[in-house]
């Protein structure tokens, strides 16, 4: 199984400020139809997964646009502008090139 | 809109049975049959695991190792629905179960069942 690492596990942040979620593969997420299927969720408290961000980059609809994604091959960047309270919670990557679908462990967002 | 709804959680004692169900709905571009479908696990304050995966015309499922022999996922494209029968239970499977839907990844989740394995 493709593992998935992000870090930091823990993020605090003042409000305003960006913020800079790493995510590393152990294989290429590149497909063999050159697309690259690496996506972001955030899981507010007592919700479920909600997917910011499909194919590294593209924001799904009603995403702030503070949201941004970046990367290729096995090394990806989730980052937040300037933070808001509403974006407490936990971000995950996750990878849809390779069977099974694999996680990475999360990343805490909270407020300073 | 997409919607994922499961049901069938609940308590169950060890070694106890459980059958989850995910209704589909809304599917716009595709129907509920050319996708493929997962179940996802939460345990209480731990990160998401997959437990199992199905084609979208049923032949081809996987699972997890630690659920292998145990679960069975299944689906009904006729009334767009989704299965795991989980078999077997132990502890460490309490969790809060996610169907979810893929689209070169997981894209909708549904708001999950808990599943509570207790004495």
């Known amino acids: 199984d493709v593992v998935m690492t992000q870090s930091p596990l823990s993020l605090p942040v003042t409000l305003g400020q960006p913020a800079s979620i790493s995510c590393r593969s152990s294989?290429?997420?590149?497909?063999?139809?050159?697309?690259?299927?690496l996506n972001w969720f955030q899981q507010r408290p007592g919700q479920s997964p909600r997917r910011l961000i499909y194919?590294?980059?593209n924001r799904d609809s009603g995403v702030p646009d503070r949201f941004s994604g970046s990367g290729s091959g096995t090394d990806f960047t989730l980052k937040i502008s300037r933070v808001e309270a509403e974006d407490v919670g936990i971000y995950y990557c996750?990878?849809?090139?390779?069977?099974?679908?694999?996680f990475g462990q999360g990343t805490k967002v909270e407020i300073k | 809109e997409v919607q994922l709804v499961e049901s069938g959680g609940g308590l169950v004692q060890p070694g106890g049975s459980l059958r989850l169900s995910c209704a589909a709905s809304?599917?716009?571009?595709?129907?509920?049959?050319?996708?493929?479908l997962l179940w996802v696990r939460q345990a209480p304050g731990k990160g998401l695991v997959w437990v199992s995966y199905i084609s979208s015309d049923g032949t081809t499922t996987n699972y997890a190792d630690s659920v292998k022999g145990r679960f069975t996922i299944s689906r009904d494209n006729a009334k767009n629905t989704l299965f795991l029968q989980m078999n077997s239970l132990r502890a460490d499977d309490t969790a809060v179960y996610y169907c979810?839907?893929?689209?070169?990844?997981?894209?909708?989740w549904g708001q999950g069942t808990l599943v509570t394995v207790s004495p």
């Open positions: 809304g599917f716009t571009e595709y129907t509920f049959s050319d996708y493929w």
């Open positions: 979810v839907r893929d689209a070169w990844g997981p894209d909708y």
């Open positions: 194919k590294v980059s």
């Open positions: 996750m990878q849809g090139t390779h069977w099974p679908r694999t």
């Open positions: 294989q290429s997420l590149v497909y063999s139809d050159g697309n690259t299927y």
